[in-house]
């Protein structure tokens, strides 16, 4: 290389260099001592509890299975990268607040700073690929759409979305619904069973609506005939006598018609419809047992925040518990891979022997 060639990628060099101290995030230093300012800027990341151990022993953090939520304060984002600083327990202690309140404004503050997107992966190889060459493969987002990408929106550590507390609420939305899917022809009073054979999917365009799909189960065990216990029975008898009064729902679903959950007008029963309920009913009972705990001087025994889906959740424990055939509880639930049976019977095995362990350990003596 001669000296000008030299000289002239130098300057090159130099340039760019000049270019991304440009491009860098930007951030008032004297902020980072304002805890009412750098709130604002809270982040959650989850990271493997097991491999930082170490760092975790220098940050406040919250277990999550096996994982752990870590807090950080987002800088600021440009086109060159995200600035970010890990909050420490050092940084707690000259804030002079608790690691729950730390917590309890992540919970609130990171949602919006590092909103959850959740897309079909049809749409994320379409943005990944460009418009045009997405346009030429005929990749871009789809109805029936099989998987989905859940993340943020600069994709830089998305996992801490699955701390987000209505994450579960939206994903579900996404992936539609098999009890607001079901038609009074899916129900078999006669024998007491429930025929799943589809879902319900509802696409949110924006806060003001949306639009349905059905989805057809991809493998045989999303297809499966579901025994219904009396109360489920008693349920179902009771709303649809209750619908030959009021009326049944109207609303046809790209040729499926005669769903079971309807709302007053007729329309379908749409999933955030479901959780905004739950989620009435829970506030309106931790208000509730807040008041009368303050009367009687005691700790309010107050409700999570749960959605439709931890029911089901809850529903598949309980089987876990009381059922020693795996293969009967992975058909009842719909699990294509067993393995997810498993996972969960496993937890709750563990849980029940901690429990038999608990119940006989005053009852037996060795002399």
């Given at each position: 290389?001669?000296?000008?060639?030299?000289?002239?990628?130098?300057?090159?060099?130099?340039?760019?260099?000049?270019?991304?101290?440009?491009?860098?995030?930007?951030?008032?230093?004297?902020?980072?001592?304002?805890?009412?300012?750098?709130?604002?800027?809270?982040?959650?990341?989850?990271?493997?509890?097991?491999?930082?151990?170490?760092?975790?022993?220098?940050?406040?953090?919250?277990?999550?299975?096996?994982?752990?939520?870590?807090?950080?304060?987002?800088?600021?984002?440009?086109?060159?990268?995200?600035?970010?600083?890990?909050?420490?327990?050092?940084?707690?202690?000259?804030?002079?607040?608790?690691?729950?309140?730390?917590?309890?404004?992540?919970?609130?503050?990171?949602?919006?700073?590092?909103?959850?997107?959740?897309?079909?992966?049809?749409?994320?190889?379409?943005?990944?690929?460009?418009?045009?060459?997405?346009?030429?493969?005929?990749?871009?987002?789809?109805?029936?759409?099989?998987?989905?990408?859940?993340?943020?929106?600069?994709?830089?550590?998305?996992?801490?979305?699955?701390?987000?507390?209505?994450?579960?609420?939206?994903?579900?939305?996404?992936?539609?619904?098999?009890?607001?899917?079901?038609?009074?022809?899916?129900?078999?009073?006669?024998?007491?069973?429930?025929?799943?054979?589809?879902?319900?999917?509802?696409?949110?365009?924006?806060?003001?609506?949306?639009?349905?799909?059905?989805?057809?189960?991809?493998?045989?065990?999303?297809?499966?005939?579901?025994?219904?216990?009396?109360?489920?029975?008693?349920?179902?008898l009771e709303e649809y006598q209750l619908q030959q009064l009021t009326g049944f729902?109207?609303?046809?679903?790209?040729?499926?018609?005669?769903?079971?959950?309807?709302?007053?007008?007729?329309?379908?029963?749409?999933?955030?419809?479901?959780?905004?309920?739950?989620?009435?009913?829970?506030?309106?009972?931790?208000?509730?047992?807040?008041?009368?705990?303050?009367?009687?001087?005691?700790?309010?025994?107050?409700?999570?925040?749960?959605?439709?889906?931890?029911?089901?959740?809850?529903?598949?424990?309980?089987?876990?518990?009381?059922?020693?055939?795996?293969?009967?509880?992975?058909?009842?639930?719909?699990?294509?891979?067993?393995?997810?049976?498993?996972?969960?019977?496993?937890?709750?095995?563990?849980?029940?022997?901690?429990?038999?362990?608990?119940?006989?350990?005053?009852?037996?003596?060795?002399?």
């Amino acid at each position: 290389m001669d000296f000008d060639t030299f000289k002239e990628e130098l300057a090159k060099g130099v340039q760019e260099r000049l270019e991304a101290l440009d491009n860098r995030p930007g951030f008032d230093q004297n902020a980072i001592q304002d805890y009412s300012v750098m709130k604002t800027k809270l982040s959650m990341e989850v990271v493997s509890a097991e491999r930082n151990a170490q760092l975790l022993e220098t940050v406040p953090h919250k277990n999550m299975e096996d994982m752990a939520i870590v807090y950080r304060f987002v800088l600021d984002t440009v086109e060159a990268g995200r600035g970010s600083i890990l909050v420490t327990n050092k940084m707690l202690d000259n804030y002079g607040i608790t690691a729950e309140q730390l917590h309890n404004d992540a919970m609130e503050i990171a949602p919006e700073v590092r909103p959850a997107v959740i897309k079909g992966m049809s749409e994320v190889l379409a943005d990944m690929m460009g418009a045009e060459q997405a346009q030429a493969l005929g990749l871009g987002p789809v109805a029936d759409e099989p998987i989905f990408v859940a993340t943020v929106e600069d994709q830089a550590q998305g996992a801490g979305i699955l701390a987000y507390q209505n994450f579960m609420d939206e994903a579900a939305e996404k992936l539609g619904g098999e009890c607001l899917g079901l038609r009074w022809e899916d129900l078999d009073f006669e024998n007491r069973t429930i025929d799943v054979n589809h879902n319900l999917v509802h696409r949110r365009v924006d806060e003001e609506g949306g639009t349905l799909h059905i989805n057809t189960p991809k493998t045989k065990a999303g297809c499966r005939t579901v025994p219904m216990i009396q109360q489920v029975y008693d349920a179902f008898l009771e709303e649809y006598q209750l619908q030959q009064l009021t009326g049944f729902c109207t609303q046809e679903v790209e040729g499926y018609s005669g769903f079971v959950f309807a709302s007053s007008n007729g329309t379908v029963t749409l999933p955030v419809e479901v959780n905004r309920a739950i989620h009435s009913l829970i506030d309106d009972y931790n208000e509730e047992e807040k008041a009368n705990a303050r009367k009687e001087g005691r700790n309010a025994l107050i409700l999570p925040r749960i959605s439709a889906h931890h029911l089901r959740h809850t529903f598949c424990t309980r089987l876990c518990e009381t059922e020693t055939n795996v293969k009967v509880i992975q058909t009842i639930m719909g699990h294509k891979d067993i393995q997810t049976t498993l996972d969960i019977y496993a937890d709750c095995t563990e849980e029940k022997k901690k429990e038999v362990i608990h119940n006989i350990e005053d009852k037996i003596f060795i002399l």
